[in-house]
């Protein structure tokens, strides 16, 4: 494979409170290629959302990336300007969020808003950038496109603002598309229609995507490949067909056993004891020891390293390195 679309190498992302500061993303590193789609899962607080903010430089003040780069395209984003960072955002790097009133500018009409990214990347009337727009929005099946544009966001169900954000990314045809938790408010129904017309982007315009989520079942649907975060670290990163044949680290098993298959009851399902610790109060050797039930004395004194696997798949922990030392 050439050179990534995008290249997050060492990343760590700090929050400052009062004298403390806590490392939200600690030295996370990972490659999307074009037209890949990638997932990002791990439990609430693990560092997803962290990790998609800093990429598109958006963290909140009190957040600062302190070390590490973030290659887009060849181009280092953290030292780009804040001018050409916009230029990046939405139009080279598309963004869905779980709450897109986030993402859409609440005092613009819809219609203006696509008409507007339109009209920034094709020599095009106002009048036929509009009907472009009415066009989009029905292609990503919004009932009454032509009333629809009429309309401020918070006038859209957040199914509807969801497609509308899509109906963004379809008019921009960015080369990478970051969706945080597309569908996770939505219902079954209309989430599916969501993921489908993320596929078509991706099928369409060769978007490649970073897909955020909760559900293991929407990766295995959607993605080629899957990186598990656990406490702001990378804990494995792997191909889909073997995350769900052979997961290897004991908290993406976990997450396995706690997502239900076809036709099973969710309250026989196991789940992962206990809970994330806070980044306050991280353990002192692997951070999962407290809740791994494969455990061993070395695990609560030294921090394992994130290791390449026999099959390709990375690795962060010493069940593996003790088979790989044997
Ligand atoms: N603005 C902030 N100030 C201080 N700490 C923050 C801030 N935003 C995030 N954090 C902390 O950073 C860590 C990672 O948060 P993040 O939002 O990335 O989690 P997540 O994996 O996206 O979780 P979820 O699945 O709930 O969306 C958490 O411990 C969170 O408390
Ligand atoms: S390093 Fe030890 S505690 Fe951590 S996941 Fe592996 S076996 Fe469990
Ligand atoms: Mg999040």
């Known amino acids: 494979m050439g050179q990534p679309l995008l290249e997050v190498s060492h990343l760590q992302t700090t929050f400052f409170d009062g004298k403390q500061a806590l490392n939200a993303v600690d ?50 984003l953290l030292a780009l300007s804040e001018k050409e960072m916009r230029n990046i955002r939405g139009n080279e ?47 990503v099946g919004i009932p009454r496109a032509e009333e629809i544009v009429r309309e401020y966001p918070f006038q859209l169900s957040g199914g509807m603002r969801q497609r509308v ?11 990478l598309l970051i969706a945080d938790e597309p569908t996770t408010a939505l219902d079954v129904t209309i989430q599916a229609q969501i993921l489908d017309l993320m596929r078509e982007l991706n099928k ?33 990163e792997t191909d889909v067909q073997s995350l769900f044949a052979h997961p290897h680290h004991p908290y993406t098993q976990g997450l396995l056993a706690s997502t239900p298959k076809l036709g099973e009851h969710a309250e026989r399902l196991g789940s992962i004891k206990g809970n994330v610790p806070s980044l306050n109060h991280l353990p002192k050797g692997c951070r999962f020891a407290p809740r791994c039930p494969k455990a061993m004395a070395i695990c609560r004194e030294q921090v394992p390293a994130l290791e390449a696997l026999d099959d390709g798949g990375l690795c962060r922990c010493f069940l593996y390195q003790a088979k790989k030392a044997r």
Do not use: W
């Open 27 to 76: 030295d996370v590193s990972f490659t999307i290629h074009e037209g890949e789609t990638v997932g990002l899962v791990g439990e609430s607080g693990c560092g997803k959302s962290v990790t998609s903010l800093s990429i598109m430089r958006l963290l909140s003040s009190g957040g600062k990336i302190m070390n590490g780069s973030i290659h887009f395209n060849g181009q280092n």
């Open 165 to 175: 954000m899509i109906a963004m990314a379809m008019v921009c045809k960015p080369k």
């Open 93 to 139: 790097i598309a963004m869905v969020f779980q709450e897109p009133m986030t993402s859409l500018n609440p005092v613009y009409k819809i219609g203006k808003q696509i008409d507007e990214a339109i009209i920034y990347h094709n020599k095009v009337t106002k009048k036929e950038a509009r009907q472009r727009t009415i066009e989009t929005l029905k292609n």
């Open 204 to 236: 369409k315009n060769g978007t490649a995507i970073l897909l955020i989520t909760h559900d293991l079942g929407v990766v295995a649907e959607m993605c080629e490949r899957v990186i598990v975060m656990y406490c702001g670290k990378v804990v494995e």
